[in-house]
Nanobody
Framework: QVQLVESGGGLVQPGGSLRLSCTAS????????MGWYRQAPGKQRELVAH???????TYADSVKGRFTISRDNAKNTVYLQMNSLKPEDTAVFYC?????????WGQGTQVTVSS
């Protein structure tokens, strides 16, 4: 059974930082592309960042220079370090894993940026 479990969300003030974690089980983690998506109220889910098995990273333009995705294959965990957070970053953040036709999602973690 595949499970992706996110943690690290919460309430933060504008300009603050959070680090999200996603720990996977039931997959050969190291061969999967891991990603973070987010969905704000009334909007479609969008890609935030992803990291391939080889460590290549891709970011949405809106988060470049502020967010950093990384992975620790020994811990089956992918991270999203979020700095300089803005109110428009408020969303539910979802972890994803993909390899070939196999794709899995976590349950999501809420990030709220507000003063």
């Amino acid at each position: 059974q595949v499970q992706l479990v996110e943690s690290g969300g919460g309430l933060v003030q504008p300009g603050g930082s959070l680090r999200l974690s996603c720990t996977a089980s039931g997959i050969s983690f190291s061969i999967y592309t891991m990603g973070w998506y987010r969905q704000a109220p009334g909007k479609q889910r969008e890609l935030v960042a992803h990291i391939t098995s080889g460590g290549t990273t891709t970011y949405a333009d809106s988060v470049k220079g502020r967010f950093t995705i990384s992975r620790d294959n020994a811990k089956n965990t992918v991270y999203l370090q979020m700095n300089s957070l803005k109110p428009e970053d408020t969303a539910v953040f979802y972890c994803s894993s993909q390899f070939s036709i196999n794709a899995y999602w976590g349950q999501g973690t809420q990030v709220t940026v507000s003063s």
